[in-house]
């Protein structure tokens, strides 16, 4: 079974710009969370999806959004980039509520 | 604010030895809680995950779970000098009927010396 892919791997973008990344979950799997990582702040929950509807949201400005579509990808964007939303953000899809997590590969976004 | 406390090490241990990692969690509702292994430059990958308070034992890791204490521990037998990395507790947030939210500890750093 493929694990959950995420696209694309590494981003630079500059202050301002908005950017789209993208996760598919592995496969059966309706539940997709988001996390940003970064050194000082660790793992912090963005937000997650079920079944096309978020949820449950993390501690995050507006300029951070997402969704999900029925074959359970999901894609987030972050509008007017800022040079605090360099990070590494990890995709993770279970296949329940309850079940275990796991994680993609992770796209490392750097903001200039 | 739901917490997960991690000590952030670093944690060295000689190889053959036994690893103990400790994690606390601020939460009560919490039901679930995981432990994840992330290589430098590399993504979480589950190790274990427990429910129910006692031991649960896979292979060479053993999850400690206490909730009236609200404690988690991963114990990692025979420690391997492929085991060094990142340790990263995570305690699943359904307190209140929130949807899932994995809360996650600041991450022990473990090197198992040869």
């Known amino acids: 079974k493929a694990g959950v892919t995420q696209t694309p791997r590494y981003l630079i973008k500059t202050r301002g710009q908005q950017v789209t990344l993208s996760c598919s979950p592995i496969s059966g799997h309706r539940s997709v969370s988001w996390y940003q990582q970064t050194p000082g702040q660790g793992l912090q929950f963005l937000f997650e999806y079920f079944s096309e509807t978020q949820r449950n949201k993390g501690n995050f400005p507006g300029r951070f959004s997402g969704r999900q579509f029925s074959n359970s990808r999901s894609e987030m964007n972050v509008s007017t980039l800022e040079l605090g939303d360099s990070a590494l953000y990890l995709c993770?899809?279970?296949?329940?509520?309850?079940?275990?997590?796991?994680f993609g590969p992770g796209t490392r976004l750097t903001v200039l | 604010q739901k917490e997960v406390e991690q000590n952030s090490g670093p944690l060295s241990v000689p190889e053959g030895a036994i690893a103990s990692l400790n994690c606390t969690y601020s939460?009560?509702?919490?039901?679930?809680f995981f432990w994840y292994r992330q290589y430098s430059g590399k993504s979480p990958e589950l190790i274990m995950f427990?429910?129910?308070?006692g031991d649960k034992e896979d292979g060479r890791f053993t999850a400690q779970l206490n909730k009236a204490s609200q404690y988690v521990s991963l114990l990692i037998r025979d420690s391997q000098p492929s085991d060094s990395a990142t340790y990263l507790c995570a305690a699943d947030g359904f307190s209140s009927g929130s949807a899932r939210q994995l809360t996650f500890g600041s991450g022990t750093q473990l090197t198992v010396l040869p």
């Open positions: 427990i429910y129910s308070n």
């Open positions: 993770a899809s279970s296949s329940s509520r309850i079940d275990e997590q796991f």
């Open positions: 939460d009560r509702g919490s039901q679930s």
